[in-house]
């Protein structure tokens, strides 16, 4: 990869990462029981907060990806699928610049044929 890709992609990288932290910083999980609910109330606010819960790990993982692919940019690693060591798909990481994986072993770790690392 040039240095200018590079450069691009680490942008778009912390740009990505500033736009989850934001968001996970404006998730608030709390509810307010100040008033007793009826119950369907409770049970609305309480599936609301699972998807949040559930949006919010996501986007924990997201940020724990990018990270990593922050870090190697900077030890010049990134662009090279971490379990077979082959460049990874430039087209790929373009659209998924966290990418760990080429193509093929992206598709082993879904079928569970391969452990994340």
Partial sequence: MSELNLEEIKKSLLAERETLVNKLKDNDLSIDDSETPDPVDLAVRNYSKNVMLAVSENESRQLMLIDEALMRIEDEEYGDCLNC?????????????????????????????????
């Fill in 85 to 117: 060591e082959n460049p990874i798909n430039p087209k790929r990481l373009a659209a998924i610049p966290w990418a760990r994986y080429c193509l093929s072993c992206q598709e082993l770790v879904e079928q569970g044929l391969l452990e994340e690392d």
